[in-house]
């Protein structure tokens, strides 16, 4: 079965930490482009960092710049975003996903898991 499964979410205080998980099975996740997205209740999804197969590269949004980091173990078939100095405003749902296109944008990746939800108090 083609899945990914994320998890690490929860609740934690703001300038706190979590590490999420995205782990992938039944397809080739190494020739996956990765990527981490959010959307909190009324907003859109949003492409917060994305990780390339080919060369590794990374990109972030403004807004995660310099607080998250997204990193791979291919032997493992996971990608994990590690976050932290977490502020109020980055709570929302988190999604990981895959997809043939090293982008930013949801509509490049084809194959998304359930989500994990992410609160941060003030």
């Known amino acids: 079965e083609v899945q990914l499964v994320e998890s690490g979410g929860g609740l934690v205080q703001a300038g706190g930490s979590l590490r999420l998980s995205c782990a992938a099975s039944g397809f080739p996740f190494d020739d996956y482009a990765i990527g981490w997205f959010r959307q909190a209740p009324g907003k859109e999804r949003e492409g917060i960092s994305c990780?390339?197969?080919?060369?590794?590269?990374?990109n972030y949004a403004d807004s995660v710049k310099g607080r998250f980091t997204i990193s791979s173990d291919y032997a493992k078939n996971t990608i994990y975003l590690q976050m932290n100095n977490l502020k109020p405003e980055d709570t929302a749902v988190y999604y990981c996903?895959?997809?043939?296109?090293?982008?930013?944008?949801?509509?490049?990746?084809?194959?998304w898991g359930q989500g994990t939800q992410v609160t941060v108090s003030s």
């Open positions: 990780i390339s197969s080919s060369d590794g590269g990374t």
């Open positions: 996903a895959a997809g043939r296109t090293y982008a930013t944008a949801p509509r490049a990746y084809d194959l």
